[in-house]
């Protein structure tokens, strides 16, 4: 995460938890299972926070589960349909599917490394077009409309992942920009 050190998105991704097996006793660490034991036992099944799971699994103390994020069946649904899928539901935070998935993604070996990258890449080049799309919908939608409240980008906006939100804001700033410079153009129309 050197390159990212500052990123908020980063920060909370870090903080997703994952859930690892413990290969060896870990001694007075126990606190983490949140019971009354002293030790963690091997095989034991704890979830911990992404940069713990870093130092875990590099250390050769424990193995990683593909969080429930990433699990077969959403895999299956982004496959049916990925504009369906309402992402930031998957992981909680803010929503930052993609780049929680870039994290896991680099924990593991060639092919399902390559398998990750290549769903997170075709996720996201299928959804957005729909988000930029939504964006400029919205973004033309008539100021009386969204002062009576009825902007309905709300619902749209909940569903996508934050880096998706981050998009759809700029889009909409843009389409508004050219709306307005196309309306106080001194060009003629054609």
Not at 30 to 52: A, C
Request: glycine residues 6%; charged residues 25%.
């Amino acid at each position: 995460m050197d390159d990212e050190y500052y990123s908020v998105e980063a920060i909370l991704a870090e903080n997703q938890k994952i859930q690892c097996q413990f290969k060896l006793e870990v001694k007075d660490m126990g606190h983490l299972e949140g019971g009354n034991e002293q030790h963690i036992k091997p095989l034991s099944k704890i979830q911990v926070p992404m940069w713990m799971a870093y130092i875990l699994i590099y250390s050769d103390y424990a193995d990683f589960n593909i969080p429930p994020a990433f699990s077969a069946r959403v895999r299956n649904a982004l496959n049916a349909e990925p504009r369906s899928v309402k992402l930031a539901n998957l992981v909680g935070q803010g929503g930052v599917w993609y780049s929680f998935g870039k994290m896991i993604m680099k924990m593991l070996n060639d092919e399902p490394a390559n398998e990750m990258s290549r769903l997170l890449v075709k996720t996201f080049r299928s959804r957005l077009s729909e988000v930029i799309d939504q964006a400029q919908h919205f973004a033309s939608i008539n100021a009386a409309t969204s002062a009576a409240g009825g902007d309905g980008s709300i619902g749209f906006r909940e569903g996508l992942d934050g880096t998706e939100r981050e998009l759809f804001a700029l889009a909409q700033e843009s389409t508004r920009m050219m709306k307005k410079w196309y309306e106080t153009s001194e060009n003629p129309r054609k």
